[in-house]
């Protein structure tokens, strides 16, 4: 039973446009939840974050998302740069906060 | 700054053979966890550490053993390998729970 699912496995976006990745969570239990962006070969990197009581947060060109009512979160990216290809995951933190539950990724394709 | 190194990069082993990879992280950090990534599955927590001497069961930790001996280095230990254990291992650690996780590039290991 997955508690996090990304359902899109990838998206391609023109350059300049925006990208919407998009995360479904079933853990009523997460207290926070993060974004990491992964390269190939390399390890995942964090992104950006957000806590179980905010709806919103922003940095530079990312934004995250979240709808508690509807279990789902989103990260924003404006404008998609090539540089942005990459896999994406969605992560949530238990309230104990020494697990992360990740999503399965989401492949995102910038075309220039 | 090395921040997470991750030793081997690559291993092909043969069913029932052993191996220790080898975390080793140089932010004074006192989490450290070990990962499996597989197809769509995204990152899977196999075991992990709160500080040097402790350990403890993650998602999905049968078949692997872990040490923390030393604050900065932690041990994952297949006894006996299988075929369903070909996989691409991350190692992370983190300052404490709440603070972002960092990635090691991967030990992507196969077994025959």
């Known amino acids: 039973d997955q508690q996090v699912k990304q359902n899109s496995p990838s998206l391609s976006v023109q350059e300049g446009r925006i990208s919407i990745l998009n995360c479904d969570y079933t853990n009523s239990m997460f207290d926070y939840f993060l974004w990491y962006k992964k390269y190939p070969a390399e390890g995942p990197t964090f992104l950006i974050s957000?806590?179980?009581?905010?709806d919103k947060n922003e940095d530079g060109r990312f934004t995250v998302f979240l709808n508690k009512s509807a279990k789902h979160l989103s990260l924003h990216i404006v404008p998609s740069q090539p540089g942005d290809s990459a896999v994406y995951f969605c992560?949530?933190?238990?309230?104990?906060?020494?697990?992360?539950?990740f999503g399965g990724g989401t492949r995102l394709m910038v075309k220039p | 700054n090395a921040g997470v190194t991750q030793t081997p990069k690559f291993r092909v082993l043969k069913t029932g053979q052993s191996m220790t990879l080898l975390c080793a992280q140089d932010m004074n950090h006192e989490y450290m966890y070990w990962y499996r990534q597989d197809p769509g599955m995204g990152l899977r927590l196999i075991h992990y550490s709160v500080g040097e001497g402790t350990t403890a069961k993650g998602e999905v930790p049968d078949g692997y053993n872990v040490s923390r001996l030393k604050k900065q280095n932690f041990l994952l230990g297949l006894e006996s390998a299988a075929p369903s254990q070909t996989s691409v291992y991350f190692c992370?650690?983190?300052?404490?729970?709440?603070?972002?996780?960092?990635f090691g590039d991967g030990t992507r290991l196969s077994i025959l």
């Open positions: 992560a949530g933190v238990n309230n104990a906060g020494n697990m992360l539950t």
């Open positions: 957000i806590s179980s009581i905010k």
């Open positions: 992370a650690s983190s300052y404490s729970s709440v603070q972002p996780q960092h």
